[in-house]
């Protein structure tokens, strides 16, 4: 079977909702007089997570910043315990944050209208070539690579997932066009990927990949 792209996430979302038991639980302790202020949080938490439960919300990778994620949860794992106001605050920006982590846009794009035909089709072409991507990368992390390998790797992998976010919302808001050409020579790099067995020409595959997304994303605003 195929690694999951989600994995990751969802082993931060399971850290998140304990961090969050934890010091719900601490609070209780501390202002069981404050029943009502508790219960609102105690909803808050219930409702932000309880989209991660439900199937659909998986069903495309979902793009998030890992070591911002962790940092919040270090964050709120030291948020006052003592201080409800101060507390309830902490909890707010924490919860915000898990609210705020997106699905991609081009999950339901065929229900927007107003992204041009091409653009739709090289959408779903760079959706594709992802799912080809993430597994492999996934696949060569887990069998053991040498240091220098891995940090190759992790950088070119690293530029893609901003790449690819960039050039999907250009192309969701045809900020940038599409060409058919460019469809067919994305398919060729999805094949290639496919192929490539060896961890060092799929890093290679992967930067020249990544050198063709950038010259077709829009200049980044300053």
Not at 137 to 147: D, I, Q, S
Not at 165 to 179: F, P
């Amino acid at each position: 079977p195929m690694p999951d792209p989600n994995m990751r996430l969802k082993a931060i979302i399971h850290d998140a909702k304990l961090a969050c038991r934890y010091k719900l639980g601490q609070a209780t302790e501390n202002f069981s007089a404050e029943e009502e202020k508790l219960n609102t949080l105690r909803e808050k938490i219930k409702l932000t997570f309880r989209r991660f439960d439900e199937p659909e919300t998986w069903a495309e990778p979902i793009a998030f910043d890992e070591v911002y994620l962790l940092r919040q949860i270090i964050w709120l794992n030291s948020a006052p315990e003592d201080d409800l106001d101060a507390f309830s605050d902490a909890m707010d920006t924490f919860l915000t944050t898990f609210r705020e982590l997106h699905t991609p846009r081009s999950r339901n794009i065929f229900a927007e209208g107003g992204t041009s035909t091409v653009n739709l089709l090289m959408l779903n072409q760079i959706r594709l070539t992802r799912q080809t991507i993430e597994p492999k990368v996934a696949g060569f992390k887990a069998g053991g690579l040498e240091p220098e390998q891995e940090e190759n790797l992790d950088d070119a992998n690293g530029s893609y997932q901003t790449l690819f976010t960039r050039y999907r919302d250009a192309l969701v808001s045809n900020e940038t066009s599409a060409k058919k050409t460019d469809v067919i020579l994305f398919k060729r790099f999805d094949e290639a990927f496919s192929r490539s067995e060896e961890v060092e020409e799929f890093t290679e595959l992967l930067r020249e990949y990544n050198d063709n997304i950038e010259k077709r994303c829009p200049e980044p605003v300053p």
